[in-house]
């Protein structure tokens, strides 16, 4: 037989209790978008290729190295989508979503695809939570959207996080930046990596973004961006500085902060987490006033802030920050029919427990007494309910806790009942 075929390369199943984490992970973040007037958005997984290409950018690590894309049979280029800003930004100019009175808040959550190196905390699928707020350019809508991020990290008990802040410029402000950068290259580029010489040349804002340790002594002496704002920007992001300081949310300025993708301008902004060793960026963003607009917005209508949370970094990050807590068992009630006569009776008490809100996963009734409790006890059930012909003739069952061992005869009507108490009484 030919060896059974595994999971590619960079991808992994994610197993019970680990999902646990993630539903919890993203409860929290709908029910806190919610709060904040947002709503979800479902774009699709596959985009046209040049979608990315035109908003992330041609020289981007992700749209140069890291996009899964195919031709289809119809030879259109599409790809597994690698994030979904442009993808929102797409559906909102395409439906016209400008249109609508206000801002527009949408959220949206699900996998994304990139072909990097994987290693910890970094993988070729990925799961991102993200908004975006678009309509608009008021710094309130920046502070708004940083203030929402603290909120729910904090949320999380996710203590020990560092919010970094930086303003990249608008439009105006980037042939100077470029500029200046490009100057300030010349006599360093020779020194430094493949990619920084060439895009010294293409798209000099994108050698600060270089990871390579080696470069990073000669990157350090290259201009800033704070350093060349124009006054409209210097006061925007004043304004959102000021906000953030109102609104209690501590930042670090991180001047060489330009994050991986082309189309930010103004405040862009990363949240890292000490506990995720080298890939420790939780959630990354910032604001994209052109976006849209290069999509087919009408001038003014598209500019818009978003953000995009890692989960799988997130849940590795709570989870080592937190006191290990234990994820809920599959079922809080093991059933035991004990013998095919039980089989039917317990299976409609268990459909019974069910209706009444509980939850119950039933074993063979081909088991012995002993083999249903050790399973009871393995899969971390709470109660083993045991139901073997004395107790049919009773209409009772026989109820184990299994943290105590305690052992109760319960008559069938009063089973929710009993169970309802008892977590009550657990729980206070
Ligand atoms: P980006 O879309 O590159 O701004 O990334 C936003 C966030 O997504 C990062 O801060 C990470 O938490 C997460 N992320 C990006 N790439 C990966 C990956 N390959 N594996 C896991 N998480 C990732």
Redesign the pocket.
């Known amino acids: 037989m030919p060896p059974a075929p595994t999971l590619v390369k960079g991808m992994r199943d994610l197993l019970p209790p680990e999902t646990h984490w993630f539903q919890a992970v993203e409860a929290a973040a709908r029910e806190l978008f919610a709060r904040y007037g947002y709503r979800e958005i479902r774009t699709p997984i596959l985009e046209r290729t040049e979608l990315f290409a035109r908003t992330v950018g041609e020289e981007t690590d ?1 749209v140069g190295k890291e996009m899964y894309s195919f031709l289809d049979r119809d030879q259109t280029s599409l790809t597994l989508r690698p ?1 979904a800003t442009a993808a929102v930004a797409r559906a909102y100019v395409e439906h016209r979503l400008w249109e609508q009175p206000g801002w527009t808040r949408l959220y949206y959550l699900g996998p ?1 695809f ?1 072909r ?1 190196r994987p290693q910890q ?4 699928q ?1 799961s ?1 939570i993200g908004a975006e707020l678009l309509g608009g350019d008021a710094p309130q809508m920046d502070a708004e959207m940083l203030v929402m991020l603290a909120r729910l990290l904090d949320r999380l008990g996710l203590s020990g996080w560092t919010l970094s802040l930086n303003s990249l410029g608008c439009a105006e402000d980037r042939p100077r930046f470029e500029r200046a950068l490009r100057e300030a290259l010349l006599p360093i580029a020779p020194r430094l990596c493949g990619d920084c010489r060439r895009r010294a040349e293409t798209n000099p804002l994108r050698v600060l973004d270089c990871k390579r340790p080696e470069d990073q002594p000669l990157i350090a002496q290259l201009p800033t961006t704070l350093d060349l704002l124009d006054p409209p920007c210097r006061e925007h992001f004043e304004q959102v500085k000021q906000l953030l300081e109102r609104a209690g949310v501590p930042y670090q300025l991180q001047p060489r902060l330009v ?3 082309d189309y930010y301008t103004r405040t862009a902004f ?1 949240f890292v987490h000490g506990a995720l060793g080298a ?1 420790n ?5 910032g604001r994209y006033d052109l976006l849209a607009e290069r999509l087919g917005a009408p001038k003014g209508a598209g500019a818009g802030i978003g953000f ?3 989960e ?3 849940v590795s990050a709570w989870r080592a920050g937190l006191a290990p807590s234990d994820p809920p068992p599959a079922a809080e009630i093991y059933l035991a029919p004990l013998g095919e006569a039980a089989l039917a009776p317990a299976l409609e008490l268990a459909e019974q427990l069910r209706q009444a809100g509980l939850s119950v996963a039933a074993g063979d009734a081909r088991w012995s007494a002993k083999k249903h409790l050790s399973t009871a006890s393995r899969q971390a059930a709470r109660w083993a309910v045991l139901i073997g012909e004395q107790e049919i003739q009773a209409r009772q069952a026989t109820v184990k806790t299994l943290a105590n061992g305690e052992q109760s005869a319960v008559a069938w009507p009063q089973l929710a009942e009993f169970f309802a108490t008892a977590s009550g009484a657990a729980r206070a």
């Open positions: 992700i994030e994304m990139r990097e905390g970094r993988y070729r990925f991102q994050r991986g993708l990363e890939q960026a939780l959630l990354g963003g995009a949370l890692g799988d970094r997130l």
